[in-house]
């Protein structure tokens, strides 16, 4: 389960991550670009119906 | 005449949408899917003489332009960003029974009762095969099967014969299969929930609210309410088999309840849930003539809703709720893949990605076709082949009518690789196949989503907005506490991630 409760450090370095993702300045090192590319990959590689629950 | 440091018109060809303002900032969609944000002056750029240089290694970097350096990457990006599109259906609609012990009036089916005649409501045995042999024809490796009704553990043998044939066919392993049952959960017994348990069978299921709410809509055919055993239901079953049931229930939204969706969130908040799994009202079945819904007025009431749930997650630092079309928007901004929802997708997966199977081995591209069957049957599994099917122009007939880039509107909108429209539903409410833009229900609801979250995005604090897609951040989160870039994509998953191949379809 994720950690929601971020300390001001990491809310802020997210923040950033996020900027630069918009933006178009994440490489592809970057922390949220990187993990969303994988998240994403791992989390849809199955069709689904938005009729379905989770 | 060439100046360094600037870049001109034959080096680059357009690879994006037009643009949608927010505060100062112009949103961009490429082509495969990769939202930026530009200033005014670098929009402007786009439609001058030449740009800076700068600009446009982003937009080269993001594949917003195609040029030489980055044609062979954008191809790859389009292909992962329309992955599955192409790779044959992998979520496969059986139904067991027409037959319910309800007959809820936003039903998007006929239901029939349970005592009708089982030889015209429910999926015979000698039907299975065609049905289990056409499924194995599918080339994808992955299979979801899913059984719907009517309620589908009133004819529990045909799911039982499903996952045997299935699995007898699949003895080499060549396909990974899940199975998925949707359910009131109302006539399920032990037998059945140990059968599910035991072959890692995930159960979705329906709580429409707190009980005066569910029990408008959620009735026997005498009318009586359906709330108090639902819930004694859960329970048992949450303490019994935990993991069983899919990780919240479904809600229908019609005119009657959209007015409470706060009220509804904080319901499901309080019963623990960590997300909403609102669906619209659909214009097919029980609920044509009985139940109203307008897109329209939905809007402002959802708005509300999210707002309520970014607060409730900026407030409370613990706090992640999730609703789930805004977690699938967050995904599709946010992720290389258009997520595989059959029917949120551009093109849409009729067919391509889902098929659905009716109790006679009826053919058709979605479930909401079922109550259309004479419009939208595809043939029947005892004389068509899927070989046959993907071969016949016909066939894609629905899909072709869901691809956006033929709507001259629509080829001008900034969400254009984002949207998703129903020829299926379009038809059920108008009469008309092709979706019409702004007039069509997902249409109208795609422009409000994105336009929302983009605005919270970009002129607010993002955070609260990011909890809802609890996944990245965890992976996030995971390499920031350990100090280290998150892994590529061919690298192994993150956290479950990995182990949750049907995560959207069933719980965590």
């Known amino acids: 389960?994720?950690?929601?409760?971020?300390?001001?450090?990491?809310?802020?370095?997210?923040?950033?991550?996020?900027?630069?993702?918009?933006?178009?300045?994440?490489?592809?090192?970057?922390?949220?670009?990187?993990?969303?590319?994988?998240?994403?990959?791992?989390?849809?590689?199955?069709?689904?119906?938005?009729?379905?629950?989770s | 005449m060439r100046i360094e440091g600037r870049r001109y018109r034959d080096e680059w060809l357009p690879n994006f949408y037009p643009p949608k303002q927010f505060s100062d900032r112009?949103?961009?969609?490429?082509?495969?899917?990769?939202?930026?944000?530009?200033?005014?002056?670098?929009?402007?750029?786009?439609?001058?003489?030449?740009?800076?240089?700068q600009l446009f290694e982003r937009l080269e970097n993001t594949g917003h332009i195609l040029?030489?350096?980055?044609?062979?990457?954008?191809?790859?990006?389009?292909?992962?960003?329309?992955?599955?599109?192409?790779?044959?259906?992998?979520?496969?609609?059986?139904?067991?029974?027409?037959?319910?012990n309800l007959d809820c009036t936003y039903c998007h089916m006929y239901p029939q009762p349970v005592g009708a005649s089982t030889a015209e409501t429910d999926l015979s045995p000698d039907t299975i095969p065609y049905i289990a042999r056409f499924i194995m024809s599918s080339p994808r490796p992955s299979i979801a099967v899913e059984f719907q009704g009517g309620e589908p553990f009133l004819n529990f043998p045909a799911i039982v014969q499903v996952i045997d044939?299935?699995?007898?066919?699949?003895?080499?392993?060549?396909?990974?299969?899940?199975?998925?049952?949707?359910?009131?959960?109302?006539?399920?017994?032990?037998?059945?929930?140990?059968?599910?348990?035991?072959?890692?069978?995930?159960?979705?299921?329906?709580?429409?609210?707190?009980?005066?709410?569910?029990?408008?809509?959620?009735?026997?055919?005498?009318?009586?309410?359906?709330?108090?055993?639902?819930?004694?239901?859960?329970?048992?079953?949450?303490?019994?088999?935990?993991?069983?049931?899919?990780?919240?229930?479904?809600?229908?939204?019609?005119?009657?309840?959209?007015?409470?969706?706060?009220?509804?969130?904080?319901?499901?908040?309080?019963?623990?849930?960590?997300?909403?799994?609102?669906?619209?009202l659909k214009n097919l079945g029980n609920a044509r003539d009985r139940v109203r819904f307008d897109m329209r007025e939905f809007v402002p009431h959802y708005f509300l809703l999210l707002e309520h749930i970014y607060n409730k997650n900026k407030i409370s630092p613990e706090a992640c709720y999730s609703e789930r079309i805004v977690k699938i928007a967050l995904e599709k901004i946010l992720g290389p893949s258009n997520p595989l929802f059959v029917d949120w997708r551009n093109p849409i997966g009729y067919f391509s990605n889902c098929v659905v199977y009716d109790t006679d081995g009826e053919i058709l591209p979605v479930d909401e076709a079922r109550s259309l069957r004479k419009v939208f049957s595809l043939g029947n599994v005892r004389d068509a082949t899927y070989d046959e099917l993907i071969r016949k122009r016909s066939t894609f007939h629905t899909v072709n009518l869901s691809i956006r880039d033929r709507d001259s509107v629509c080829r001008e909108c900034t969400y254009n690789p984002y949207c998703g429209v129903s020829p299926v539903l379009n038809y059920a409410k108008t009469g008309n196949f092709a979706p019409e833009p702004h007039?069509?229900?997902?249409?109208?609801?795609?422009?409000?989503?994105?336009?929302?979250?983009?605005?919270?995005?970009?002129?607010?604090?993002?955070?609260?907005?990011?909890?809802?897609?609890?996944?990245?951040?965890?992976?996030?989160?995971?390499?920031?506490?350990?100090?280290?870039?998150?892994?590529?994509?061919?690298?192994?998953?993150?956290?479950?991630?990995?182990?949750?191949?049907?995560?959207?379809?069933?719980?965590?």
Request: contains cysteine; charged residues 20%; negative net charge.
């Open chain 1, 1 to 53: 389960m994720a950690k929601m409760n971020l300390n001001e450090e990491e809310a802020s370095v997210i923040r950033k991550e996020f900027g630069d993702f918009l933006s178009g300045n994440s490489t592809e090192t970057g922390v949220l670009y990187a993990a969303c590319e994988t998240t994403m990959h791992t989390d849809t590689h199955n069709d689904v119906h938005t009729d379905f629950g």
């Open chain 2, 26 to 53: 112009l949103v961009r969609i490429s082509r495969t899917g990769k939202s930026i944000l530009l200033t005014a002056d670098e929009d402007a750029q786009i439609n001058e003489f030449f740009m800076d240089d």
């Open chain 2, 67 to 100: 040029t030489q350096k980055n044609s062979s990457k954008t191809f790859a990006e389009l292909s992962t960003w329309l992955k599955g599109t192409y790779d044959g259906p992998g979520l496969h609609i059986i139904v067991p029974t027409r037959r319910c």
């Open chain 2, 165 to 280: 044939e299935l699995n007898r066919l699949n003895a080499s392993g060549g396909k990974k299969i899940s199975f998925g049952i949707v359910s009131n959960l109302m006539t399920v017994n032990d037998e059945q929930l140990n059968y599910c348990h035991s072959n890692q069978i995930r159960v979705s299921y329906s709580l429409n609210g707190p009980q005066p709410l569910h029990d408008l809509f959620r009735i026997t055919r005498s009318g009586s309410g359906s709330h108090a055993a639902v819930m004694r239901k859960i329970a048992e079953i949450n303490l019994r088999y935990p993991g069983l049931l899919g990780s919240y229930p479904l809600c229908v939204i019609t005119e009657d309840n959209m007015a409470q969706l706060i009220h509804m969130a904080d319901y499901y908040f309080d019963l623990g849930f960590k997300e909403l799994g609102f669906i619209h």
């Open chain 2, 439 to 508: 007039v069509n229900d997902e249409c109208i609801l795609v422009l409000a989503v994105f336009d929302w979250v983009f605005k919270k995005l970009i002129e607010e604090d993002p955070i609260p907005l990011l909890k809802m897609v609890p996944q990245c951040m965890d992976s996030v989160l995971q390499h920031l506490a350990v100090g280290t870039k998150a892994p590529r994509k061919d690298s192994p998953s993150v956290g479950a991630a990995g182990d949750r191949s049907t995560d959207q379809t069933v719980n965590a």
